[in-house]
């Protein structure tokens, strides 16, 4: 089942530390791909037929955003397997209800405008990691032809035709790239959007595109140019593999002694979070398609978070959890969301020895962590929450799950196939 069919939004992690995880575990689909994926569905005359998406919590929220705008959408959890087909004329007005409720809602705003002309969506919610404003999306559909009207908690934006334009970003926001890049798939002429973001999901998404009739050239680069079409087509589309998943559990291995190899991944997706882990003191095997982790030494790094290729922001919560074991004094800087370090006050009750200045974290190691109990502030935070606990002595409970549950696929079953002490505890054990 997805996690929001679960019989409460207040459950709870229960961890108890001290035990090497060792094992196997096979990879979902990425969050951050499947989400832009079903909502580019909304541009396909046509079906369009998803398969390895993530059992997580933001795809049933999605579907309900799409089938709010007229999308027929079937969810296959146990298959992993999504079916969208927008009507003739997808509905322009996306209920606000689901919209505030994930992030990536605002996805449907690029392809709306594009399929349709017209597009209204309240402000979309999700982590509070920082500010995330719109102003990159909505200068770009400006400059392609577009007008904006913006009311309180809601934006509506009209088009009677896009039309092609140089679109410089200046920052490569992914959520401005996805969107513009959708909206110009429908326009007339061609688009240039310089300083795009790079993410390996983006190039999921453009190579989905291009399946379905698209015509994008540079993908993967810095400058994306898409030629408008007519229309696009039905396509069946695996998603990417998830990367910050795979990242995730291979810090847990790390910080825990273990040895664990991870399959359906693409190491190439991880390069600079590989090199780092392997600077700490950590032994990578890759495989073409599969890591293997263990345990080693563990030496202070320092790291900044960046847009891809740089170190992921989605990893740093939980990196900062390894550097905890760390011998030597570790940097973290944070360049991507000012509120990522909310994370440090629940790891320093915990006993960590964290410095915050700034952008600039230090993480002094090693530290004995002590279990104790968290809140899981953000889809990440929860997530490194729970893997401090599992090198902490005593129990850790992990508070505010149901944001982990956003972004990780059966998180607490694929830990306890590990060797991991941990369980999920409903809210009458709430304290």
């Given at each position: 089942m997805f996690p929001d069919q679960l019989p409460t939004p207040t459950d709870h992690f229960v961890v108890r530390g001290g035990h090497a995880l060792r094992g196997t575990i096979r990879l979902s689909g990425a969050k951050n791909s499947a989400l832009k994926l079903m909502a580019a569905s909304l541009l396909c005359e046509g079906t369009v037929e998803l398969s390895c998406v993530p059992r997580i919590a933001d795809v049933p929220v999605m579907a309900d955003v799409l089938r709010g705008l007229g999308v027929e959408v079937t969810l296959d959890p146990e298959a992993e397997t999504a079916s969208l087909t927008a009507t003739a004329e997808p509905d322009w007005h996306a209920p606000a209800d689901a919209v505030t409720r994930i992030r990536a809602s605002i996805s449907c705003l690029g392809p709306l405008v594009g399929r349709t002309g017209r597009a209204r969506l309240a402000l979309p919610g999700g982590d509070r990691i920082g500010a995330r404003a719109i102003d990159l999306h909505l200068r770009g559909l400006e400059a392609m032809g577009a007008t904006v009207l913006e009311r309180p908690g809601e934006v509506e934006v009209v088009a009677e035709g896009l039309h092609g334009a140089q679109i410089p970003l200046d920052f490569p926001s992914v959520g401005a790239t996805e969107n513009l890049l959708m909206a110009a798939t429908r326009a007339v002429g061609t688009t240039i959007i310089e300083n795009a973001a790079r993410e390996p999901e983006i190039q999921d998404l453009c190579r989905m595109l291009v399946?379905?009739?698209?015509r994008i050239d540079g993908i993967g680069s810095p400058t994306l140019e898409i030629e408008g079409v007519d229309r696009l087509t039905s396509v069946v589309w695996e998603t990417?593999?998830?990367?910050?998943?795979?990242?995730?559990?291979?810090?847990?291995?790390?910080?825990?002694?273990?040895?664990?190899?991870?399959?359906?991944?693409?190491?190439?997706?991880?390069?600079?979070?590989?090199?780092?882990?392997?600077?700490?003191?950590?032994?990578?095997?890759?495989?073409?398609?599969?890591?293997?982790?263990?345990?080693?030494?563990?030496?202070?790094?320092?790291?900044?978070?960046?847009?891809?290729?740089?170190?992921?922001?989605?990893?740093?919560?939980?990196?900062?959890?390894?550097?905890?074991?760390?011998?030597?004094?570790?940097?973290?800087?944070?360049?991507?969301?000012?509120?990522?370090?909310?994370?440090?006050?629940?790891?320093?009750?915990?006993?960590?020895?964290?410095?915050?200045?700034?952008?600039?974290?230090?993480?002094?190691?090693?530290?004995?962590?002590?279990?104790?109990?968290?809140?899981?502030?953000?889809?990440?935070?929860?997530?490194?929450?729970?893997?401090?606990?599992?090198?902490?002595?005593?129990?850790?409970?992990?508070?505010?799950?149901?944001?982990?549950?956003?972004?990780?696929?059966?998180?607490?079953?694929?830990?306890?196939?590990?060797?991991?002490?941990?369980?999920?505890?409903?809210?009458?054990?709430?304290?």
């Amino acid at each position: 089942m997805f996690p929001d069919q679960l019989p409460t939004p207040t459950d709870h992690f229960v961890v108890r530390g001290g035990h090497a995880l060792r094992g196997t575990i096979r990879l979902s689909g990425a969050k951050n791909s499947a989400l832009k994926l079903m909502a580019a569905s909304l541009l396909c005359e046509g079906t369009v037929e998803l398969s390895c998406v993530p059992r997580i919590a933001d795809v049933p929220v999605m579907a309900d955003v799409l089938r709010g705008l007229g999308v027929e959408v079937t969810l296959d959890p146990e298959a992993e397997t999504a079916s969208l087909t927008a009507t003739a004329e997808p509905d322009w007005h996306a209920p606000a209800d689901a919209v505030t409720r994930i992030r990536a809602s605002i996805s449907c705003l690029g392809p709306l405008v594009g399929r349709t002309g017209r597009a209204r969506l309240a402000l979309p919610g999700g982590d509070r990691i920082g500010a995330r404003a719109i102003d990159l999306h909505l200068r770009g559909l400006e400059a392609m032809g577009a007008t904006v009207l913006e009311r309180p908690g809601e934006v509506e934006v009209v088009a009677e035709g896009l039309h092609g334009a140089q679109i410089p970003l200046d920052f490569p926001s992914v959520g401005a790239t996805e969107n513009l890049l959708m909206a110009a798939t429908r326009a007339v002429g061609t688009t240039i959007i310089e300083n795009a973001a790079r993410e390996p999901e983006i190039q999921d998404l453009c190579r989905m595109l291009v399946a379905m009739g698209a015509r994008i050239d540079g993908i993967g680069s810095p400058t994306l140019e898409i030629e408008g079409v007519d229309r696009l087509t039905s396509v069946v589309w695996e998603t990417c593999p998830d990367r910050i998943e795979a990242g995730t559990y291979a810090i847990a291995a790390a910080v825990t002694g273990g040895d664990v190899v991870i399959e359906r991944v693409r190491p190439t997706d991880l390069t600079l979070p590989l090199i780092k882990l392997r600077a700490a003191g950590i032994i990578v095997e890759e495989g073409a398609d599969s890591l293997r982790i263990k345990a080693g030494d563990l030496e202070s790094v320092d790291v900044v978070t960046l847009p891809y290729p740089g170190f992921p922001t989605d990893l740093q919560p939980q990196l900062m959890v390894l550097l905890t074991q760390a011998h030597g004094t570790s940097r973290c800087t944070e360049n991507v969301f000012e509120s990522r370090f909310s994370f440090v006050a629940e790891l320093a009750r915990m006993g960590a020895d964290v410095e915050v200045d700034g952008h600039h974290a230090w993480i002094r190691g090693p530290v004995q962590l002590h279990g104790t109990t968290l809140a899981g502030l953000d889809v990440r935070a929860g997530a490194a929450g729970t893997l401090a606990g599992l090198v902490a002595t005593g129990e850790t409970t992990v508070h505010d799950v149901h944001h982990v549950d956003r972004g990780y696929a059966d998180f607490v079953p694929r830990l306890r196939s590990l060797g991991a002490d941990v369980e999920r505890a409903p809210s009458d054990r709430d304290a």
